[in-house]
Antibody
Framework: QVQLQQSGPGLVKPSQTLSLTCAISGDSVSTNSAAWNWIRQSPSRGLEWMGRTYYRSKWYNDYAVSVKSRISINPDTSKNQFSLQLNSVTPEDTAVYYC?????????WGQGTLVTVSS | QSVLTQPPSASGTPGQRVTISCSGSSSSIGSNTVDWYQQLPGTAPKLLIYSNNQRPSGVPDRFSGSKSGTSASLAISGLQSEDEADYYCAAWDDSLNGRVFGGGTKLTVL
């Protein structure tokens, strides 16, 4: 059974960097048959896909146009996890953030982390 | 405003059949497969349908999906009270090079 365990701060100050980590059990971040996503949800923006990382003989990333200039998603093969960094946050980045596995559909989700951007 | 368009609400009585629509474009639904998710309050979304009409293991066959052109539909037959939830469609969009979601449909079981 795949499990995704998220960790990271729930409060970030404006202009700073939001950092979250997703630890994977029951699968490998280096698998050739899945992609590892970050998705957020807020009342104003609904469900918003942010980006993904995946391995197909080499590492690839795809990022949403809305955050492309501020986002980085990186795998950590030594710890079997992947991370999200979102720079220069504003209150509009306040949301519940989910990590998730994509294999066919998005079939496994982390527990969600409410991140509030506030001074 | 979401890239995929869903009705904000739907309703039905127990035992009834309900459908939820999802409208996209040639670069999203018209070129890629559609997924459907169910979200209960306070929980992460759950995959209901993938690749237009495939059910993951454990999803009841009361849930079915279909796609035609740039639109897709989720059908729920034999409606039950526990089906009351928010439902989202999703697809890859080739123009945006990203996954896009619908705005969600809140299903009420009367």
């Amino acid at each position: 059974q795949v499990q995704l365990q998220q960790s990271g701060p729930g409060l970030v100050k404006p202009s700073q960097t939001l950092s979250l980590t997703c630890a994977i059990s029951g699968d490998s971040v280096s698998t050739n048959s899945a992609a590892w996503n970050w998705i957020r949800q807020s009342p104003s923006r609904g469900l918003e896909w942010m980006g993904r990382t995946y391995y197909r003989s080499k590492w690839y990333n795809d990022y949403a146009v809305s955050v492309k200039s501020r986002i980085s998603i990186n795998p950590d093969t030594s710890k079997n996890q992947f991370s999200l960094q979102l720079n220069s946050v504003t209150p509009e980045d306040t949301a519940v953030y989910y990590c998730a596995r994509e294999r066919g559909g998005v079939d496994y989700w982390g527990q969600g982390t409410l991140v509030t951007v506030s001074s | 405003q979401s890239v995929l368009t869903q009705p904000p609400s739907a309703s039905g009585t127990p035992g009834q059949r309900v459908t939820i629509s999802c409208s996209g474009s040639s670069s999203s639904i018209g070129s890629n497969t559609v997924d459907w998710y169910q979200q209960l309050p306070g929980t992460a979304p759950k995959l209901l349908i993938y690749s237009n009409n495939q059910r993951p293991s454990g999803v009841p066959d009361r849930f079915s999906g279909s796609k035609s052109g740039t639109s897709a539909s989720l059908a729920i037959s034999g409606l039950q009270s526990e089906d009351e939830a928010d439902y989202y469609c999703a697809a890859w969009d080739d123009s945006l090079n990203g996954r896009v979601f619908g705005g969600g449909t809140k299903l009420t079981v009367l």
